[in-house]
């Protein structure tokens, strides 16, 4: 009986080992949403009021080139139930434990009278380099000098010069749910015009 379950730890480590070593396949880019029952503008205005309620600010609001740039926002941790830009598990399980920053871009370009969304979310982690411990009495105050109230990160200038925001790519489950919205708050507009 131990015999057996050896083989069968043994088996799971392995195919553990071997998950790990599968290739990473990149998501596929959210597709495309058409409105026939809206000009441009007003297709601009109501996404611009989604990219609200999901508290991205807009940074770049361009009805010419037809185009929505929002500012970078911070990923929502585990406990902010009331943000929504955390679409997966897996996505709240990275901000929580990184600082992300997502950054979303609509483009609207109007073909045979339709109105064609587009939708790419860049999304982004910061790293700091680790700082290097002189001493024990310094191991405390590493990287805080924080008290009950307020919470400060203090970097050295060789840090403050390498910190940099790593790009992640996209992510194709917030954009569904941006052009998802789009869609839901034309049709309710136009149901109820």
């Avoid at 809206?38 to 989604?50: F, G, H, P, S, T």
């Avoid at 830009?85 to 929580?96: F, K, Y």
């Amino acid at each position: 009986m131990k015999i057996q379950s050896r083989i069968v730890v043994l088996a799971l480590y392995w195919a553990l080992f071997l998950s790990g070593c599968a290739q990473v396949q990149q998501p596929m880019p959210s597709t495309p949403l058409g409105i026939t029952t809206m000009q441009k503008a007003r297709a601009m205005e109501v996404a611009q009021d989604v990219l609200r309620d999901l508290l991205f600010e807009v940074e770049k609001y361009d009805v010419d080139q037809g185009v929505i740039r929002t500012r970078p926002l911070s990923g929502a941790q585990f406990f902010e139930l009331w943000r929504q830009d955390n679409v997966t598990s897996q996505a709240t399980a990275e901000a929580s434990l990184h600082s992300l920053r997502r950054t979303a871009e609509l483009s609207f370009t109007v073909e045979s009278g339709e109105v064609i969304v587009t939708c790419a979310v860049q999304v982004r982690r910061l790293s700091i380099p680790e700082m290097e411990i002189a001493g024990m009495t310094q191991a405390a105050s590493l990287y805080t000098h924080s008290d009950a109230s307020l919470q400060e990160l203090r970097l050295n200038a060789e840090q403050a010069r390498n910190m940099a925001w790593i790009d992640l790519g996209r992510d194709p489950a917030l954009e569904k749910r941006i052009l998802t919205r789009i869609l839901a708050k034309v049709e309710q507009i136009e149901g109820g015009a």
